[in-house]
């Protein structure tokens, strides 16, 4: 399927560069329905790797990049059941989006995040299964988990702890504070930072410069540089799961459901 | 040597070209979510061109609360 036009997410293959526009408004939250359609993205990719050397993902709403994942589908979901179905849920929803990021993680596409605007939480991890981010200059990253009382659980720890040093992961994750697209790049989580509305562009620039390289030998290079910390990601999906059933996130997330706070996003 | 007053200047010419917001209707007192009319993106928004004008990194959790431009000068103040 070189070509998917769903309702939170689209692809077109052309000119050997898989392009993945987000587009769920308000700022592409992660829900089930989002999932489903990254799922076939997932499923799709072994074809599409036949015809093509790089990945774009990118959103196509001026909100940002993604929001992360759908906290009021998950609390409203979640108080539909009894605890243990509850939690039964929520491993179900981190293995499959864990398939959906390793398999993006592994591909042997070079994959690019363009991003802009808010790139907070799941957004974030999503970000960060791709090779190379390039990031508008208005971009802020964020893991404001804590104050719901989880942490980043779509393999956020574990990928953050491969790419930057120890202090960078523990200020990002512990304060729960953003990172602009200047700090971001100094800490080395940014490969280019470009002005505002280009995000896309150079990235278009950049994977076609991919394209002159030998296909075998940039994912050999890949596969060398890239290692994929699966028992950690194992580590993180049951840490997620023992926080999950603790009293602080119900609480923490019908607060944020039921928030009028004007800044909702803000750490 | 930048003083409160010049930093308070400076966000508010800043907000008002940015969101295009007459100079002449933004007091330091103003409630800038109200004023600007801004929602909590937008907000974020404007913290990053502050950061990016004063070369400042301003934590989101310093922010928690303040809504008037003179309290946001101070916060930007003390990182000078």
């Known amino acids: ?267 | 040597m930048h003083t409160l007053d010049h930093t308070l200047d400076e966000i508010l010419a800043l907000a008002a070209t940015h969101f295009k917001v007459p100079r002449e209707k933004l007091t330091p007192d103003d409630d800038f979510f109200k004023t600007l009319g801004i929602d909590s993106l937008q907000a974020l928004d404007l913290l990053t061109r502050l950061e990016t004008h004063f070369h400042v990194e301003l934590p989101d959790y310093e922010l928690q609360g303040v809504t008037d431009f003179r309290t946001l000068a101070s916060r930007i103040q003390a990182r000078l």
């Open chain 1, 1 to 267: 399927m070189n070509d998917f036009h769903g309702q939170s997410l689209s692809w077109e293959l052309k000119d050997g560069v898989v392009e993945v526009a987000l587009h769920r408004a308000p700022c592409n939250e992660i829900g089930s329905l989002t999932l489903e359609e990254l799922e076939k993205l997932a499923a799709a990719l072994p074809s599409l790797e036949q015809s093509a050397h790089a990945l774009i993902i990118y959103s196509s709403l001026a909100s940002g990049f993604c929001a992360g994942a759908d906290l009021r589908e998950l609390y409203h979901r979640s108080q539909e059941m009894d605890r243990a179905a509850a939690l039964k849920g929520v491993r179900n929803y981190l293995e499959r989006i864990h398939h959906v990021m390793n398999t993006l993680d592994a591909s042997p596409l070079t994959t690019i995040a363009a991003v802009h605007g808010v790139t907070f939480g799941g957004g974030f991890e999503l970000a960060l299964v791709c090779d190379l981010i390039i990031a508008d200059k208005m971009a802020r990253f964020a893991f404001p988990e804590l104050r719901l009382g989880l942490i980043p659980g779509f393999g956020g720890i574990p990928r953050l702890k491969r790419d930057l040093g120890n202090a960078v992961v523990r200020d990002l994750l512990l304060t729960g504070r953003s990172f602009n697209a200047t700090k971001a790049h100094q800490v080395g989580l940014v490969s280019q930072v470009v002005a505002e509305g280009e995000a896309l562009r150079i990235a278009r620039a950049t994977a076609a410069q991919l394209g002159k390289f030998d296909r075998r030998t940039a994912i050999a290079a890949k596969q060398f540089i890239k290692p994929i910390p699966y028992e950690e990601l194992r580590r993180e999906i049951d840490i997620f799961c023992e926080l999950f059933t603790q009293p602080a996130v119900e609480a923490g997330l019908r607060k944020f459901v039921e928030s009028t706070d004007a800044q909702p996003y803000l750490p």
